[in-house]
């Protein structure tokens, strides 16, 4: 089992996009790439593929592409 890692919202957060996790998480160079590998049906939410580019991501959402994990959380 890999490794899951967090991700805190900003306190004037209460969604972050797919896309940008997973360029703000080191998961894709940019937000173009990001963008591509979930249209083509590479990354799950909470176990499901997900291809909204935009989905709204909330605390306690778990983010999944390559192997590794992310899980969103409320800010501190």
Request: glycine share 8%; net charge neutral.
């Amino acid at each position: 089992m890999s490794q899951v890692s967090e991700f805190s919202l900003r306190a004037d957060e209460a969604f972050i996009e797919l896309y940008k996790l997973l360029k703000a998480e080191g998961l894709s160079a940019d937000g173009a790439e990001a963008k591509h590998v979930i249209a083509e049906g590479m990354v799950t939410v909470n176990g499901e593929v997900e291809t909204r580019k935009r989905k709204k991501l909330q605390a306690g959402d778990l983010v999944s592409y390559q192997g590794k994990q992310v899980k969103v959380v409320a800010a501190a």
